[in-house]
């Protein structure tokens, strides 16, 4: 899988828009990107996959640059509940993807009040 | 559905003494995992299973042993404890598809201390 770079923490404003930054630049053709995350003391929870297009759900929005060497995760309307670790996760899907995740340090999003 | 659940949520043992992670899923997926978090870092897989009898090693599976008799259960079973072993273990079920994505669903942990 192809390695992923995250900032260490980010700040946002209650009610900004959160953009959180991953660089995969050595991401190939057939790897997809992932997004989990963590509340403190809690399991991971999935937010959103892509593999090249932008990507759009309930929770947030993810942008892959043309060349797909880095993505963005964008929350839109940060609250205080979305204050947790963010992974991003690189990684080819293959038949059924009985293999686990890997799982970096991932960014630690404060929402201030 | 309950989910994943997890049991006991916290332990202490002492070094040498075995014990065993309960995991069990209602979801009827295929896919269960073992991870473990030490403090500050991500997780790492220990062992996962594509379906009831059939089961293979992670990341780091050293001093750890599994069984999937069933498809809802999948214990975790620690021989002889040591203190590398303290850190908090997540298991996680995820359903086979064709599509291009298995979400992975997680419990909620078994902090885990070894004195």
């Known amino acids: 899988d192809a390695k992923t770079t995250q900032p260490t923490s980010m700040d946002c404003a209650e009610g900004r828009a959160a953009n959180l930054p991953c660089n995969h630049s050595?991401?190939?053709?057939?790897?997809?990107v992932y997004w989990y995350r963590q509340i403190h003391s809690q399991g991971p929870q999935y937010i959103i996959h892509?593999?090249?297009n932008n990507e759009t759900n309930e929770m947030a929005s993810l942008i892959i640059t043309e060349d797909r060497k880095s993505s963005t995760l964008i929350l839109p309307h940060a609250t205080l509940r979305d204050t947790a670790v963010y992974y991003c996760?690189?990684?080819?899907?293959?038949?059924?993807?009985?293999?686990?995740?890997?799982f970096g340090k991932g960014t630690h999003l404060i929402i201030q009040p | 559905n309950a989910g994943v659940t997890q049991t006991p949520k916290f332990r202490i043992l002492k070094i040498g003494q075995s014990m065993t992670l309960q995991c069990a899923q209602d979801?009827?997926?295929?896919?269960m995992y073992w991870y473990r978090q030490d403090p500050g870092m991500g997780l790492k897989l220990i062992y996962y299973?594509?379906?009831?009898?059939?089961?293979d090693k992670g990341e780091v599976p050293n001093g750890y042993n599994v069984s999937r008799s069933t498809t809802e259960d999948f214990p975790l079973r620690l021989e002889l404890a040591a203190p590398s072993q303290t850190s908090v273990y997540f298991c996680?079920?995820?359903?086979?598809?064709?599509?291009?994505?298995?979400?992975?669903?997680f419990g909620p942990g078994t902090r885990l201390t070894v004195l």
């Open positions: 996680a079920s995820s359903q086979a598809t064709s599509g291009n994505f298995n979400e992975q669903f």
């Open positions: 050595t991401i190939s053709g057939n790897e997809y």
């Open positions: 892509g593999l090249k």
């Open positions: 979801m009827n997926h295929n896919y």
């Open positions: 996760i690189v990684r080819e899907y293959s038949g059924g993807g009985a293999d686990g995740l890997t």
């Open positions: 299973s594509v379906g009831a009898g059939i089961t």
